[in-house]
């Protein structure tokens, strides 16, 4: 059986500082805490339970997302394209333009007024709808929108209200504060 190292060559000595080496000056040395195999149960238990429960929120969420939930958000994807070009052609002066996707009750007056103010708060940059509801009252589906657009001057909060016409969709309402 051979030496790892040749007799002439004594084994290498750690070089860095142990708490033993402090000893004399009173710092005791480590002693081992016995394991409290309670304590190490407990925790294992505790993370299980953790991954169990994340689990679950993902597997609720991914069946929430193949559902209504995601279709809610979705289902608001045509109103709310309409309502940024209705907006669009109002902050560009464009009444006749936007009058075209307007259910008959709106005023092209108040929406000419409504076109007017937008143009003193800058270029028109973005609508961002935060609050949406459906309603269907007897045979009409109709579409609450609340949110805020974003001038060059700021965001103004606003709501607007548009009307199921068939496979279309126009604005019946639009308040800006």
């Known amino acids: 059986m051979s030496q790892p ?3 002439s060559m ?3 000595q750690d070089q860095g500082v142990s708490p033993e080496d402090f000893a004399p ?3 005791p040395k ?3 805490r016995p394991i409290d ?3 190490a149960r407990r925790r294992k238990k505790l993370l299980l339970t953790a991954g169990l429960i994340v689990a679950v929120l993902g597997v609720t969420f991914w069946i929430l997302s193949r559902s209504g939930f995601v279709g809610v958000f979705a289902s608001t994807g045509e109103p709310r394209r309409l309502a940024q070009e209705f907006v669009r052609a109002l902050s560009e002066g464009s009444v006749e333009r936007a009058m075209q996707n307007a259910a008959p009750g709106l005023s092209y007056v108040q929406m000419d007024r409504c076109a ?3 143009r003193e708060w800058g270029a028109y940059q973005d609508l961002a709808a935060w609050n949406s509801a459906f309603d269907v009252a007897e045979g009409v589906t109709t579409c609450r929108l609340e949110g805020a657009l974003t001038f060059g001057d700021g965001e103004h909060p606003f709501k607007m209200e548009l009307v199921r016409d068939g496979e279309t ?3 019946s309402l ?3 504060d």
């Open 5 to 7: 190292f040749p007799p």
């Open 10 to 12: 004594p084994p290498p």
């Open 25 to 27: 000056i009173g710092v």
């Open 30 to 32: 480590r002693v081992p």
């Open 37 to 39: 195999h309670e304590k």
């Open 116 to 118: 007017s103010r937008m």
């Open 169 to 171: 969709w126009k604005v």
């Open 174 to 176: 639009l308040e800006i």
